[in-house]
C-alpha cells in the first residue's frame, strides 16, 4: 500500500515587533497568522467488502443451537474512496491598551473531495447485525470565521473582572453528490 502524504504550512508575522511598526505604544501586539494543509481518512479495508455474520436459527429449550445460518454483516462499497482534505485559514491577533483588550480573528476554507459518510441500514433489509456502512457522500465545502474578544476592566491586586466573548460562522455545502 501507498502512504498518501498530506503536506501542511503554517506562518506566524509578529508585525508589533518590526523596527518600522508606528504604533507599538498603542498596539503591543498585532499577529499576523496563515496556514494551509491537506488531510485525509482511509477506510479500513474491510469497509469496500460484503461480510457475513454466523447467527443460530433454532435452539432448543436447553439453549443449544439446532442450526446455523449466515447473514449479512456489512453490505459493504467497493466504489469506497479515501476521502481528501484541503483547507486554508488566515487571521490575526491584536491587543490594545495595555493589553486589556484583546481580540482574535479567524477565517478558515475547507473543501472536502469524497466525504465519507455513515448511512445507516434500516432493519428491513433483514440484516439484525449490520447497523451502518461507509459511503462517499460526494465532495463538500465549508467556510466561516471565528471572532474572539477579552475586556480586562478591572486589575487590582486583590480583584480582578475580565469580560470575554466569542462567535462564529459557518457555512456547509454539499458540492457534488456521489
Given at each position: 500500500t501507498v502512504r498518501p502524504i498530506y503536506p501542511k504550512f503554517n506562518a506566524s508575522w509578529m508585525l508589533s515587533e518590526e523596527p518600522f511598526f508606528p504604533f507599538k505604544e498603542?498596539?503591543?501586539?498585532?499577529?499576523?497568522?496563515?496556514?494551509?494543509?491537506?488531510?485525509?481518512?482511509?477506510?479500513?479495508?474491510?469497509?469496500?467488502?460484503?461480510?457475513?455474520?454466523?447467527?443460530?436459527?433454532?435452539?432448543?429449550?436447553?439453549?443449544?443451537?439446532t442450526g446455523f445460518f449466515a447473514e449479512l454483516g456489512s453490505p459493504g462499497d467497493p466504489e469506497l474512496r479515501a476521502e481528501r482534505s484541503r483547507e486554508y485559514e488566515g487571521g490575526f491577533d491584536l491587543e490594545l491598551f495595555d493589553r486589556r483588550l484583546a481580540f482574535e480573528f479567524t477565517y478558515y476554507h475547507k473543501f472536502t473531495e469524497d466525504a465519507i459518510h455513515r448511512f445507516p441500514v434500516a432493519g428491513s433489509v433483514g440484516a439484525s447485525v449490520v447497523r451502518a456502512f461507509l459511503g462517499n457522500v460526494g465532495d463538500v465545502e465549508n467556510h466561516g470565521f471565528e471572532l474572539w474578544g477579552s475586556a480586562h476592566i478591572?486589575?487590582?491586586?486583590?480583584?480582578?473582572?475580565?469580560?470575554?466573548?466569542?462567535?462564529?460562522?459557518?457555512?456547509?455545502?454539499?458540492?457534488r453528490m456521489a
Open positions: 498603542q498596539v503591543p501586539v498585532l499577529r499576523l497568522r496563515f496556514a494551509t494543509g491537506q488531510a485525509g481518512i482511509m477506510p479500513a479495508t474491510t469497509a469496500r467488502r460484503r461480510t457475513y455474520a454466523m447467527g443460530n436459527n433454532f435452539v432448543l429449550d436447553d439453549g443449544s443451537p478591572i486589575d487590582r491586586p486583590m480583584f480582578s473582572y475580565r469580560v470575554t466573548g466569542s462567535m462564529a460562522s459557518r457555512n456547509n455545502k454539499l458540492v
